[in-house]
């Protein structure tokens, strides 16, 4: 499966922007799928994922009350939702999707000014 993330741009803190993490060449609907994020010198940490079949969704505390990851599984498409964007929510954002194997979507750039 191959995955390709979009929506990234400049945002004014307290804004929002919606990411789209599109997969061709598998069926999204028996995949986990989930959010990261990483800036210059730091790993990559986890942002929001949603499960396959019953699509429950989990998220760091970090973005709880502000993010929503949600998936529409006939367009092969997972989202991200971000609202209330901070200055520090500014990172390359990646989508992953996992059955059993990793597959990296290309990321994202989110950029939050003050």
């Known amino acids: 499966v191959q995955l390709q993330a979009s929506g990234g741009g400049l945002v004014q803190a307290g804004g929002s922007l919606r990411l789209s993490c599109a997969a061709s060449?598998?069926?999204?609907?028996?995949?986990?799928v989930g959010w990261f994020r990483q800036t210059p010198g730091n790993e990559r940490e986890f942002v929001a994922a949603s499960r396959r079949y019953n699509s429950n969704t989990y998220s760091a505390d970090f973005v709880k009350g502000r993010f929503t990851v949600s998936r529409d599984d006939a367009r092969n498409t997972v989202y991200l939702q971000m609202n209330s964007l901070k200055p520090e929510d500014t990172a390359v954002y990646y989508c992953?999707?996992?059955?059993?194997?990793?597959?990296w979507g290309q990321g994202t750039l989110v950029t939050v000014s003050s």
């Open positions: 992953k999707g996992n059955r059993g194997t990793d597959y």
């Open positions: 060449g598998g069926t999204f609907r028996d995949y986990v």
